[in-house]
Structure formats: structure tokens, C-alpha cells
């Protein structure tokens, strides 16, 4: 038995189109989601990397896949296929302003803790848990300052 409310779902499927997102730079629909990144568990918008150029946006426009050809004959070297299949994976840990904040706040961090470390000891306090909050401050900082001053680079993912 099909119901009214089938039948309206059914209609809607029918005249929904289907649209493709493609590069503004090279035009090309070789695009994949940002997953370096934690943007899911921050609610934020979902960014979009070209697997060619590399250009990186929330935002890429679509097109009606009827459309598809246009957008061939406008672009004169057409849409570049990749021969590689594989995604072309961020290993960094962000963009421009987490890579500041990571390098003002990583030797911060192993500064305060070594300060933290010298005074523990130097006042002969070992009670409770004063050394072993500055060793863990410590440890961040330098943590924080291998990640930010080592060179990160792109690797493949096949």
C-alpha cells in the first residue's frame, strides 16, 4: 500500500538533482574532506581539500552533473585526472593560527615547568604532588616544541 506521504518522498527523490562540488582553481572534481583536522567534534563546517592543486575551503561550489560537460568546455585543459588514486594526507597540526599559538605557548610551557622543577627542588618540598606537576608541565612544553619546530610533510595515502 503506498501512502500519500510515500508517494510525496518518492517526487521529491525524482526531482532532486544531483550535484558534484568541484575546484574553483583547476576545476577539478578530485576533491576529498579535511580529516587531519578535529573539526567533527567542534561542530564546525566541514573543509574540503582539492587532491590536485591542494587549494583547501569550507566552501566549493557545485554543479548539476548535466552541467559537467560546460564546465569541461569552459576550462581549456578540461578536468585533470589523477592517475593516483591516493589522497594526499596534512600531517601538520593545523593552520596558521594553532601553528602560532603552538609556538608561543609550547616554550612557554617548558619554561614555567623547568621554573617550577628548580624551585620545587631548591626548596627541598617534595610533599605532595609539587615536583611531579612541574615534570608534567615540562614534559608538555617539550612535547609541544617538537611537534611545532620539526618539519611536518605531505605523505600519500593509498
Known sequence: MVTKKNERRNLIK???KKYIKFCPKCNSIDIYQ???TMQSLGYLPTKYICNNCGYSSFNFPEIDINELDKLHLQNKQG???SKNQSELIDTS???F???VMWKIVGPIFLVFGLIYIYI???SH???GLDLLIGMIIAILGTIMCYITFTQKQMIRMK
Request: proline letters at 0%.
Open 14 to 16: 525524482e526531482e532532486r
Open 34 to 36: 579535511d580529516k587531519s
Open 79 to 81: 578536468v585533470k585526472e
Open 93 to 95: 597540526y593545523g593552520k
Open 97 to 99: 593560527y594553532v601553528k
Open 120 to 122: 620545587t627542588i631548591s
Open 125 to 127: 618540598s617534595y610533599e
